[in-house]
């Protein structure tokens, strides 16, 4: 029976690892600058957690292996203290786990604050995202390059005045353009806010390695460059309610040529 | 009529309802819990089904369940809506009906008072109260899932503003939420109620010579569980307040201004989403603790019976766990790093979370040294305890990548996090409960269960939530996201085989628990008669008959000279028992 | 395989457990639960004093909250309360046990008052943030004063009994005395934040 526990448990840790390792299942490509960080500080993480998973398994496999009483007879052996006691659990136990926290901490902190606590970069393209059950709005400044104010009372999907615009009376919305899928321009800085009419929603592109929020009430900023032209995949991952399956939408990454005749003719369709 | 006082004579009273039903036995109620949690754990086990099967086979019928649920699943089909329904009853049953249920307030309940020497807890009377309010709570729950609005759609974090503003916001979100909501706040009370007594009786019914240093590693785990739960439901109670008066009485405490929805200007204004999000989650981290920490007492006790060996550094266990249960506070925000919160607060939230691996995974390796040098005896119970250690390393493991903020960019609303969670808070938190069981049902019911269906039951089992589990990984890193279902037309097609695998293992892995249930039933009614210590354990529980009388000693306290875990000493009787003098 | 119980301390009576109440019981126990309650309420009461903290400071529609002055009133009344109860546990005199239960049902009644004379200034749970939470505070103390009067009921039973424990009164005490320091910090707090 503990052979048999052993060597279960060996080969579920082995076939896990193995599949890891081998990237069977793994991230899509990556299209945005700062992804290559994130994706070198997830395979870090991944060598170290793969190390200590396999090695925390096969010790206790072969503990059971090799100290469990064999066909049900009452083993007289005496048993044997671990060497040392306790104290060398806890000093591998700090010293590994510690050091390992020292060097994902201050790595990772590196890779989080490039993405989360810098500015965009001077220039960055402008764009409002509006999160609502269930769908994403992209806005764009326009020739003018000025947004219109946004007015709640005015927001309505039967009228398709996803913004709450107001033309009537405000110059600058005039020429606001908004589509229904993220277009954005390769290998330029996008600055993005994110804007939620209704609840909480998320905007996750696994391929530009980035996930936000949209909280009820904030504006939130979210900075990125994407690197490939192509069209990509945006989901919400916060449960905004009962067609949260459905909110879907495109990301597209034009070359900055084409993007900016897309612009000119999203501005001459108005 | 005067109150007249009688002399306390502690002996059982006489009527069936007292004795059975609105019992103020400790054992009687921690059956009732236990009970409760089986009653839960199969209907979230089922809901879980229905859950795979519609990932695997979105377009596939379910036979008879569009009799059950005419408009989630008409003709049987269940329709992503009625998955993400099926979800929030899911968490919320598991969470809070079973994991917090069965391994603290059940097991506990049953086995702490015993173990400590005392004839029932502090406050037996509050003690019965805590039991009949938590059915309450779940027959409420319940109920929300018939209402002619259909089930809460929130999830079981139930984020603000969705959850608080009613109708508007969609079918889910009307009176079910509202049921929701009462649920988990009078759950809330009843925990508080049981927490309090867990600590009054460990600190002062414990029996002459039952020092904190003899106190077994179960009820330290407990009375830990119990103070980590007491600060915890006090700050989930009044949030539930809130949360219901933002949706009944028109505040705007979670609400802010100029919210549409359905085309319609709320009313709100002001209110704070992620004030919800802080609320919850200062109780939401130290619920997995709630989850998990009396699986570690009773791993940390049955491993030692089974090694015949003392557990390696009792201290260092016991200050592993208070450093747990200090650290369960500081480390919340590690659920919201992409919340909008301020993005420098995520690093410091990071710094604890990742801090607290360093006691668990001490403990962990305690575990395995002390299977070290063992004459280790493999029977239900132990196996069940050393795949705890097996399933909690995978689990805590893949906690390390959702610590940090920049891998959580990636994985956060990823099956990763599924797996990280079902691993550490579920699978864990159930083989600890599936080890118990074995280990104390002969106590509880003066019955044995069968071994060799205990054995097989672990097998598969084990087996079978790596094969749901390990794979969600996997998906996680493929960029799936959770709480969607349907996948046929979008990036996640490719994974639908792997989806339908792990439908299989978890339609394979429920069925396998029926073993389980028909353990449980038949040796409870057949089984052979159990010694009073049929274990050869050591402590208090096993001086006292199976199952113990009403004043658990027999008119008698029990006088304790010995630690928890006496084990190996030469000669024929290998151990010392607690009360052993 | 044989069990060794040892016999019973003689010392040690067998019913040390609460004499079978879900109450304050006989034994000191009862003040160990009344400070993990007292303990847990504080909690709760953190957790909602942050939640106002949080809810001011980040919206524009908070408005100050212009106090009833018949909460002073009440105020007196609660103090004195405790007052009568510490004569009454002193000297065992029953007229004070009454005195502490009628200042005690004149707090709740007074807060009832205070609550109407708030609605008929159109100040509601629904009118706004200050006036949400201070209801939300004051309900939830006089549902926990409401709580320690039933607990001063059972102890006025018991003595009249002649059953009641020092420790039980003791217990009981310790509560009534936190819930008027639970009202002077709520009290405080409305008045600077509310």
């Known amino acids: ?270 | ?581 | 395989m044989s069990t060794t119980i040892a016999p019973p301390p003689p010392a040690l009576p067998i019913a040390r457990v609460a004499t079978g109440s879900g109450g304050p019981g006989g034994s000191h126990v009862a003040e160990t639960g009344v400070w993990i309650g007292i303990g847990t309420i504080c909690m709760s009461f953190a957790a909602l004093t942050s939640a106002l903290v949080v809810r001011a400071s980040g919206a524009p529609d908070w408005q100050h909250l212009r106090l009833p002055s018949l909460l002073y009133v009440n105020t007196v009344a609660l103090l004195a309360s405790s007052v009568t109860l510490e004569l009454a546990r002193r000297r065992l005199a029953a007229i004070a046990l009454y005195a502490t239960l009628l200042l005690g049902l004149l707090f709740v009644l007074g807060q009832v008052l205070a609550w109407r004379q708030l609605l008929l200034q159109q100040q509601s749970l629904a009118s706004g943030p200050s006036s949400a939470f201070f209801y939300v505070f004051t309900v939830l103390h006089a549902l926990h004063v409401l709580g320690g009067l039933c607990g001063l009921v059972y102890v006025q039973r018991r003595r009249g009994a002649g059953v009641l424990s020092a420790a039980t009164y003791k217990a009981a005490a310790l509560y009534w005395h936190f819930m008027a320091v639970l009202w002077l910090y709520l009290l405080l707090l409305l008045t600077i934040r509310g």
């Open chain 2, 1 to 581: 009529m005067t109150h007249v006082a009688t002399p306390h004579t502690h002996a059982p009273p006489q009527s069936w309802l007292r004795r059975h039903v609105f019992s103020v036995d400790h054992k009687v109620i921690g059956r009732q819990y236990l009970d409760l949690a089986l009653v839960a754990v199969f209907t979230g086990m089922l809901l879980s089904w229905l859950m795979r099967f519609h990932l695997g086979w979105p377009d596939t019928a379910v036979p008879g369940l569009g009799k059950l649920a005419p408009t989630g699943a008409a003709g049987g089909v269940i329709t992503p809506e009625y998955y993400l329904e099926l979800m929030t009853m899911h968490g919320t049953i598991m969470v809070f009906f079973v994991l917090t249920t069965a391994p603290f307030a059940g097991f506990g309940n049953f086995l702490l008072p015993i173990q400590v020497g005392a004839e029932d807890m502090a406050f037996p009377r509050i003690n019965m109260m805590s039991f009949w309010v938590t059915l309450l709570a779940f027959l409420v729950l319940i109920a929300a899932f018939f209402v002619g609005d259909g089930p809460p759609l929130s999830g079981w974090t139930a984020y603000a503003p969705l959850s608080a503003v009613g109708k508007d916001a969609g079918p889910g979100q009307g009176s079910g939420q509202t049921l929701w909501a009462i649920s988990i706040l009078i759950f809330c009370v009843a925990q508080l109620l049981g927490a309090l007594n867990f600590i009054a009786t460990t600190l002062d019914l414990r029996t002459k010579g039952m020092s904190l240093a003899r106190l077994p590693f179960a009820t330290w785990a407990w009375f830990i569980t119990a103070v980590i739960a007491l600060v915890a439901f006090a700050v989930l109670m009044p949030a539930c307040i809130l949360l219901i008066l933002d949706r009944v009485a028109g505040t705007s405490f979670f609400i802010p201004a100029g919210l549409v929805i359905s085309d319609r200007l709320q009313p709100h204004m002001g209110g704070s989403p992620l004030l919800w999000q802080h609320l919850f989650w200062f109780f939401g981290h130290p619920e997995v603790y709630i989850a998990i920490l009396p699986g570690f007492g009773i791993v940390s006790q049955i491993l030692p019976v089974f090694a015949r060996k003392p557990l390696l550094g009792p201290r260092v266990f016991v200050t592993c766990l208070v450093a747990i249960a200090f650290l369960s506070y500081t480390v919340w925000g590690h659920h919201m790093f992409l919340s909008g919160m301020n993005p420098f607060s995520a690093t410091l939230f990071s710094v604890p979370t990742l801090v607290i691996t360093i006691p668990a995974a001490i403990i962990t390796l305690l575990w395995i040294g002390t299977v070290y040098g063992a004459r280790l005896r493999l029977t239900s119970a132990s196996l069940f305890a050393l795949g705890f250690v097996s399933v909690f390393v995978s689990g805590g493991l893949s906690g390390f990548f959702l610590a940090q903020p920049s891998t959580d960019i990636y994985l956060h609303g990823t099956y990763f996090v599924v797996a990280h969670f079902h691993f550490v808070m579920g699978v864990a938190a159930m083989f600890g409960i599936f080890a118990g069981t074995y280990f104390w049902f002969p106590k509880m019911f003066g019955r044995m269960m069968s071994e060799t269906l205990g054995k097989w039951h672990f097998w598969l089992t084990f087996i079978g939530v790596y094969a749901i589990f390990m794979p969600m990984h996997y998906l996680g890193l493929a960029g799936n996201v959770r709480r969607y279902s349907a996948f046929t037309d979008d990036y996640l097609q490719p994974l639908i085989p792997l989806h339908r695998f792990i439908t299989i293992a978890a339609l394979f892995t429920g069925a396998v628990q029926l073993i389980f249930l028909y353990n449980l039933i038949r040796s409870r009614v057949r089984g052979p008669k159990a010694p009073d210590n049929p274990w050869e354990a050591t402590t208090l529980e096993w001086s006292t008959s199976s199952p113990p009388p009403h004043d658990n000693f027999g008119g008698r306290r029990p006088v304790v000279s010995h630690g928890p875990d006496e084990y190996g000493a030469p000669g024929p009787r290998d151990y010392v028992m607690q009360a052993d003098s």
């Open chain 1, 1 to 270: 029976m503990g052979r048999l526990f052993a060597v279960t448990v060996t080969v579920i840790a082995l076939v896990s690892a193995a599949i890891f390792a081998l990237h069977t299942w793994w991230l899509p490509i990556d299209i945005s600058a700062h992804g290559r960080r994130i994706d070198s500080q997830l395979n870090e993480t991944m060598i170290v957690a793969g190390i200590l998973f396999v090695a925390a398994q096969l010790a206790l496999a072969f503990f059971v292996w090799r100290f469990s009483e064999r066909g049900g007879v009452r083993s007289t052996r005496p048993i044997k203290p671990f060497p040392g006691g306790a104290a060398p659990m806890v000093v591998i136990a700090t010293i590994l786990v510690g050091i390992e926290i020292l060097v994902l901490t201050f790595v990772g902190s590196k890779v989080w604050a490039s993405v989360y606590q810098t500015p965009a970069p001077a220039g960055a393209l402008q764009i409002d995202v509006l999160a609502e059950q269930f769908a994403f709005y992209a806005r764009y400044a326009g020739p003018d390059g000025k947004f219109g104010g946004m007015h709640p009372d005015l927001m309505n999907d039967a009228t398709q005045n996803f913004f709450g615009l107001d033309p009537a009376n405000d110059t600058t919305a005039r020429d606001d353009i908004v589509v229904g899928s993220l277009v954005i321009p390769v290998d330029q800085a996008v600055e993005l806010r994110l804007h939620t009419k209704d609840v909480g929603h998320s905007f996750y592109v696994p391929e530009l390695r980035i996930q936000q929020d949209f909280v009820p009430g904030m504006v939130i900023p979210l900075h990125f460059t994407a690197t490939k032209t192509g069209k990509y995949e945006l989901v919400c991952t916060q449960l905004c309610g009962l067609g949260h399956y459905n909110m879907r939408a495109y990301v597209e990454v034009k070359s900055q040529a084409e993007f900016a005749q897309w612009l000119k003719a999203q501005a001459a369709a108005l």
